[in-house]
């Protein structure tokens, strides 16, 4: 059984309802278990739970340093393009937002790489909009082969594929699969998605279960906050990583937890999550799963992250860029824009990113929040008693 058919018979309203309803008592109740069920979870994230809040910080800090020691480790994430066939109203890569595109060369990427790697990292997420055209399984394999002679750890954020044609890239040197479902609810997903191949609700939800069948080590998932309800969605995240710690339990599984950031094509947040209720869930995840790690990128502003840090996080972006050839200029000559797949000659845009520094004025996929270094973000990092880490996986490992 996939988890399609799982989540099909999931009591989620009932769940919600719990999570509004819970008594201080019951909450109580909950936090004391060692062990947590999805209705404790409900209970967790509760509005009672939030008068909690203080006791759920402590031991989400406890649990998290008896699990993963005192080290958070760093990630970036690289943008190869940000062509897309795919209709999102969320998105900033969406196909029919004017924005200023780029598709980087091989040789492209790997002088992003090399300042990456000047910058000390070790562990890269490579993100691609989802259009066989530009980004095709051979330029994900040539990719993802070039950065592993440099590069220990290489994840992959692109559009879902099936199980054969994850398995090249695996063999390439890719050893993560990030996924977001972006939202668990059915009917807002159809109405949000409004053309391409992202528009199946079942084929994303089980995209996990193929990359790990294809043998990706690591597993991603998470949902975007700011669409439904985030109750709703972080129990669907709940009951779906739960799902594959029992039947994908050979790979590790990362949480995400992304909330809204503006981007092209000016779409406003549907619901909120406040700084509060995401400092509740942050706890709430790492009691329900003490093993899982648990990420936070630059979506989130620095005050908020270097709080959110202690409470329960273990890898983290730092000094992001979102739009392709961010981190150099790569590909400043080849910005264009797309026209039904057809490249034209690049016009004024509203939403190109402001040139800064090495910005190829590509336009981002999203604005970040949280603008320091690399350097700064170790430097803070170790000031709150912690290991940055910049590497922990090599293939001579699997050797």
Known sequence: ????????????????????????????????????????????????????????????????????????????????????INNCKYCG????????????????????????????????LLVAGEHPKFVSNGYMAEC??????????????????????????????????????????????????????????????????????????????????????????????????????????KAQLTISLPRMRPCAGEFQPLTHMTDRELVQLVCAFRLMFPDVGIVLSTREPAKLRDGLFPLGITLISAGSHTEPGGYTGAGKENIHQTVRGRIVEAGSSEWATPTNGHATNATGQFNIADERSAEEVAKLIQSLGYEPVWKDWDAALMA
Not at 108 to 124: D, K, T, Y
Request: hydrophobic share 45%.
């Open 1 to 84: 059984m996939s988890f399609v058919a799982e989540f099909n018979s999931l009591p989620l309203a009932s769940l919600v309802q719990r999570s509004l309803s819970t008594s201080l008592p019951a909450a109580r109740e909950s936090l004391a278990k060692d062990k947590l069920s999805l209705a404790d979870f409900a209970q967790l994230i509760s509005p009672a739970a939030g008068e909690l809040l203080e006791h759920m910080g402590r031991r989400s800090q406890a649990l998290t340093q008896q699990r993963f020691g005192k080290v958070i480790r760093l990630f970036a994430p690289l943008y190869l393009s940000n062509e897309c």
């Open 93 to 124: 890569f969406s196909r029919d937002n004017a924005i200023l595109r780029v598709t980087l060369s091989v040789d492209e990427v790997m002088r992003e790489v090399r300042s990456l790697s000047a910058q000390g990292f070790r562990n890269i």
């Open 144 to 249: 993802v082969a070039a950065l592993h002679k440099e590069i220990p750890s290489v994840s992959l954020e692109v559009g879902p594929m099936e199980t054969d044609e994850y398995r090249p890239l695996v063999a390439a040197g890719a050893d993560g699969l990030v996924v977001y479902q972006e939202t668990y609810d059915r009917a807002l997903y159809d109405d949000l998605h409004t053309s391409g191949p992202k528009k199946i609700f079942d084929w994303r939800l089980e995209t996990p279960e193929r990359a790990y069948a294809a043998g990706f080590r690591r597993l991603g998932i998470g949902a975007l906050y700011g669409l439904a309800d985030w109750r709703y969605e972080a129990l669907c995240v709940a009951a779906h990583a739960d799902y594959l710690l029992r039947n994908c339990w």
